[in-house]
């Protein structure tokens, strides 16, 4: 087990993974597989630790649980 746990981590460090995972895609993208549309989302959401509301009797009055709207699609601008 020992050898096998260095090997990857061997593996890793040298970058196989990297650049195997680098030629299948560049094959993919060869042959029209790939939709290289990449969108990267930064959001950070923090809750206060109350937030959960755990052990909240009934009837207790608060906010409300609000809706939450999904981005417009780019493709759509």
């Known amino acids: 087990m020992a050898d096998r746990l260095t ?6 460090l040298d970058g196989v993974f990297t650049h195997a995972l680098q030629h299948i895609q560049a ?5 029209g597989d790939i939709d290289w549309l990449v969108q990267i989302d930064s959001t950070i959401v923090r809750a206060h630790q109350h937030a959960a509301a755990t052990g909240r009797k009934e009837g207790a ?3 409300t649980n609000r ?8 493709e759509e601008a």
């Open 7 to 12: 090997r990857f981590r061997r593996y890793a």
């Open 27 to 31: 094959q993919a993208d060869a042959a």
């Open 61 to 63: 009055t608060g906010r």
């Open 67 to 74: 809706t939450i709207t999904p981005s417009a699609d780019p």
